[in-house]
């Protein structure tokens, strides 16, 4: 597929949630947040649950704190930036 065919078909599917395949086999789910003439930027969810300190600490700590030190807001989606011309295709998933 050519460039200007893949941004178009990143434009048809903006604000959707899709995989993304590129064209050395790699695959990455999110929403098409951003297209430019060169890239396409992909809001890909963040899973929080991957480092989970519970692992590291069997018991319960005697005072558990009121919230996590040092305190910074999650992000829920991070982005990745992806070039057009490095896309295979995209596919549509169902978001529940």
């Not at 064209?23 to 991957?50: R, S, T």
Request: aromatic share 20%; with cysteine; proline share 12%.
């Amino acid at each position: 597929m050519e460039k200007h065919e893949m941004k178009k078909w990143c434009k048809d599917h903006k604000y959707r949630y899709v995989l993304a395949h590129t064209k050395d086999g790699w695959c990455c789910d999110g929403f098409v947040e951003h297209i430019d003439d060169e890239m396409v930027y992909l809001a890909v969810p963040h899973c929080d649950n991957q480092y989970d300190p519970r692992g590291f600490f069997p018991y319960p700590p005697l005072y558990p704190p009121l919230y996590p030190y040092p305190y910074y807001p999650r992000r829920r989606f991070y982005r990745q930036a992806f070039p057009l011309a490095a896309l295979l295709g995209l596919s549509l998933l169902p978001f529940f």
